[in-house]
């Protein structure tokens, strides 16, 4: 069975800096996705950026990179220049590619970053 | 244009009753997901619709849960008999198509059961 696991329940960054978020993924499959979702306070899930474990290249979106290293099934989330509004939930999910041609996603348990001034 | 709508985004209800959690997805959205995410956990899959079918309710907890979609588009959640480890935030999430790799979500509905 797929499984994501995200080991830091909390995360505390200064405002301007960088910031890593782990998460690491099992799974038996060759073609998979890989992807972080942003979770606020006021609950919404707004999906960040997304990987395919065929991509060569690292995604990035602005201030998002995911560092994928498929071979250590590594998805980290790499946020530059922290801002105060990142302050939120962040989830790690796979992407569970099921035989009728749809996809069920696979969520780690979340990691709570705080942006401090 | 219109995102992921859930209502109510909040319900109040007593152990033992029944209750319905309604999502309206993105015109045009094929693909419909129900998720359930409890008090400091991650998102757990519930429930994918195509169109009005459900080719995989492996998700469901138990008996107590049903969904429906009508019309390919609005998607009803219903448990029945509710109890206490059944609170938690629900959410919905849709994609144009069923391959489609991003899901967008609605606001969730957030559901006690006293």
């Known amino acids: 069975a797929q499984k994501i696991t995200q080991t830091q329940p909390g995360m505390f960054v200064q405002e301007k800096e960088a910031v890593t978020l782990d998460c690491t993924y099992d799974t038996s499959d060759q073609s998979y996705g890989l992807f972080w979702y942003k979770q606020p306070s006021s609950g919404e899930m707004i999906f960040l950026i997304y990987q395919g474990s065929y991509d060569e290249q690292n995604a990035t979106e602005g201030r998002y990179s995911l560092n994928f290293q498929k071979a250590r099934k590594s998805a980290n989330l790499v946020i530059s220049a922290s801002q105060l509004g990142d302050s939120a939930m962040y989830f790690c999910a796979m992407r569970e590619y099921e035989t009728g041609g749809y996809n069920k996603l696979i969520f780690g348990a979340g990691t709570r970053l705080a942006v401090h001034p | 244009g219109a995102g992921v709508s859930q209502s109510p985004s909040n319900k109040v209800t007593e152990k033992g009753k029944d209750v319905e959690l309604r999502c309206d997805p993105i015109?045009?959205?094929?693909?419909l997901y129900w998720y359930r995410q409890s008090l400091g956990q991650g998102l757990e899959f519930l429930i994918y619709?195509?169109?009005?079918?459900?080719?995989?309710k492996s998700g469901l907890p138990s008996d107590r849960f049903s969904a429906e979609r009508t019309g390919g588009s609005v998607s009803t959640l219903t448990i029945q008999r509710t109890q206490q480890e059944d609170s938690a935030v629900y959410l919905c999430?849709?994609?144009?198509?069923?391959?489609?790799?991003?899901?967008?979500f609605g606001p969730g509905t957030r559901l006690t059961v006293l």
């Open positions: 619709f195509q169109g009005n079918s459900a080719p995989d």
């Open positions: 999430a849709s994609s144009l198509n069923s391959g489609d790799n991003e899901q967008f």
């Open positions: 015109s045009g959205h094929t693909a």
